[in-house]
């Protein structure tokens, strides 16, 4: 059965942001990551990366690009699921963590992982 964790509560940010990370070490090679943007002005990227060395020689797995604005009540949801995929799942000291890389204005938004 799958149990989601919560890899960046909801934040709202006007530059660019490295989140929180979470522990992937227990994590088998499938899971989805869930990204809900709730509002942003002026478009945005946010970015998925790993780590085992405290992201000192991260890699970027994935990256979602909005472009435009989202408005409140009408959230863009992007969800990427993983096999196999390299991302270092069940590697012990592995860490995921999403970032925001470019913003407009300003950018709310929240990120969680599906452990399978």
Known sequence: MATQAELQASVTKTGVFNGASIDIS???TENTLHIE?????????ISIEDSVNAFSASIIRHVFVVKG????????????????????????????????????????????????
């Open 37 to 45: 943007v709730d509002v942003c002005t002026g478009g945005c990227q």
């Open 69 to 116: 604005n989202v408005v409140a009540g009408s959230p863009v949801k992007f969800s990427v699921s993983w096999r196999n995929s390299g991302v270092r799942f069940g590697t012990g000291s592995a860490v995921l963590r999403v970032n925001v890389d470019e913003v407009g204005t300003t950018v709310t938004y929240r990120a969680s992982a599906e452990k399978s």
């Open 26 to 28: 227990g994590y088998n």
